[in-house]
């Protein structure tokens, strides 16, 4: 069955520390992936999109994801968390024929302390 | 010039009664969608639609009914509201249906039935 999964659902990271966060896919062939976020009671804002070409891409932010296609994965990271980044995280994938269809992983809660 | 607005904000009603949000976008894209995002923060599609044609219908129950007066607008009517309604809605809207296209979301709207 088609799922995303991040497999973590809340980390915790000092200021200034380096963040990742995991995201996994199980689909037929590679879909579009993309990585949003959510800050406490707004809406989703896109941090970055992989769509083909250069694994590693960089997005709004600081952040970056690296698409490991062997590992059906797309992390996101980055080096120096600001405690503006406390949020929630998701991961998202669509598939060329899904009309827009998104997946959207469970979510990872960042808390930032000081 | 917000790109992706819904109204209301907040929507607390009975059980049983029926209320819409409504949502409009001013990006000019063709393609509308509807989420649902429970208390565990999963984000689920509900709705989408292109240029005004019901293109994604999830399991739904039927009291949920989307309408799309024009390609800028989309609302969402619900009829006999349920303790399970409770959620947040969000609305976005994307350039076309293809399943790579970033997709742009509303602020949400908090729905509480009690």
């Known amino acids: 069955a088609q799922s995303v999964t991040q497999p973590d659902i809340h980390i915790t990271v000092s200021e200034g520390a380096s963040l990742e966060l995991r995201c996994n896919y199980s689909?037929?062939?590679?879909?579009?992936l993309f990585w949003y976020v959510q800050s406490p009671g707004q809406g989703l804002q896109l941090l970055l999109k992989?769509?083909?070409?250069?694994?590693l891409v960089q997005g709004i932010k600081g952040f970056e994801a690296e698409f490991k296609r062997s590992q059906s994965s797309f992390n996101l990271r980055k080096p120096s968390v600001h405690w503006s980044d406390a949020a929630e995280y998701f991961c998202?994938?669509?598939?060329?024929?899904?009309?827009?269809?998104?997946?959207f992983g469970a979510g990872t809660q960042v808390v930032v302390t000081p | 010039d917000t790109a992706v607005s819904q109204t209301p904000k907040y929507l607390v009603t009975q059980m049983g009664n029926d209320k819409s949000i409504k949502c409009e976008q001013n990006?000019?894209?063709?393609?509308m969608y509807w989420y649902k995002q429970d208390s565990k923060k999963f984000l689920k599609i509900m709705f989408s639609?292109?240029?005004?044609?019901?293109?994604i219908n999830e399991t739904v129950p039927n009291r949920f009914s989307p309408k799309s007066p024009d390609k800028a607008h989309l609302n969402l009517h619900i009829n006999s509201l349920e303790l399970g309604d409770s959620a947040v809605y969000f609305c976005?809207?994307?350039?076309?249906?293809?399943?790579?296209?970033?997709?742009?979301f509303g602020p949400g709207t908090r729905l509480t039935v009690l």
């Open positions: 976005a809207s994307s350039v076309g249906a293809a399943g790579g296209q970033r997709q742009y």
């Open positions: 689909y037929g062939a590679t879909p579009y």
């Open positions: 992989y769509f083909s070409g250069d694994t």
């Open positions: 998202a994938v669509a598939l060329t024929d899904s009309w827009g269809k998104f997946q």
């Open positions: 990006l000019g894209h063709d393609t």
């Open positions: 639609y292109n240029n005004k044609e019901l293109i």
